[in-house]
């Protein structure tokens, strides 16, 4: 039986169960994905990832002498909780404040992802930050699925490219069967990298300028946060393979 790959626009599109016991790809582009990538890159020691603000904030106090090791970090709407650490740009979580010390992590829409696939075999964080180690990581597996995150129960196109991106890749190293999402996400990546030949660009400054005119880009815009969408489009800078562990809710590098 040839190897599968499916791609899924939104968790609400796909059961739990039908992701139990095979490998799915979490994908948060802007930006859950890229700043857990960007913060285990950075050494930090672990990513957990919770769905609550307050589910953060008990955890954070039960943790006694070890706080101090603690970061408390993520979003809102975009915008840095009240009372925690560091937001959920990428650029924050570079080793001189995460090195060594655990990030408690709570997002919007990409830790709500995570949650979902609790039943597979395997969860990977996956972006275009680390897109040839995942694809690399993952080529091996029979059964594959690209879990968008979306943005508060809708379709984002920023997710769409990301994966694209990893199913154009992993397709390279060998061919899969794959279902309609995923031919069609595939079809926005091949474009994408059609307009950056003619226009002279690399697919990373493509990707950033397309970004722009995805709801998140808007997003991240609209709150001043537009220097994160280049960062978030650098594709191939970090060479980690972030792994979900659902019984502790932490994500380590494999």
Not at 32 to 37: E, G, L, Q, R
Not at 80 to 91: H, Q, R, T, V
Not at 121 to 135: D, E, I, K, M, Q
Request: with cysteine; charged share 25%.
């Amino acid at each position: 039986m040839p190897k599968s790959l499916e791609a899924h626009f939104l968790p609400q599109f796909v059961a739990e169960a039908d992701l139990a016991g095979d490998t799915v790809v979490v994908i948060d582009l802007l930006r859950a994905s890229t700043t857990i990538c960007m913060a285990l890159a950075s050494g930090a020691e672990d990513v957990t990832a919770f769905l609550e603000v307050g589910d953060v904030v008990r955890a954070a106090e039960a943790a006694g002498d070890d706080r101090e090791r603690l970061i408390l970090g993520g979003e809102r709407g975009g915008k840095l909780i009240e009372g925690f650490d560091l937001g959920n740009s990428p650029g924050e979580y570079m080793p001189d404040e995460v090195f060594g010390r655990r990030v408690f992590f709570t997002t919007t829409n990409g830790t709500v992802a995570l949650q979902h696939a609790r039943l597979a075999s395997r969860v990977v964080v996956g972006c275009v930050a680390n897109l040839s180690a995942v694809a690399a990581d993952i080529a091996g597996d029979e059964r594959v699925h690209l879990l968008c995150a979306g943005t508060a129960g809708h379709v984002t196109r920023e997710d769409q490219l990301a994966a694209g991106a990893i199913a154009h890749e992993l397709l390279a190293l060998g061919p899969r069967d794959a279902n309609d999402a995923a031919r069609a996400v595939l079809g926005e990546w091949q474009e994408l990298l059609t307009t950056a030949r003619a226009l002279g660009r690399t697919p990373s400054e493509q990707l950033a300028v397309e970004l722009r005119g995805t709801q998140g880009g808007k997003n991240l815009i609209a709150i001043g946060m537009e220097s994160d969408l280049p960062r978030c489009a650098n594709i191939d800078e970090l060479d980690v393979v972030p792994v979900y562990d659902p019984a502790t809710r932490r994500v380590t590098l494999r």
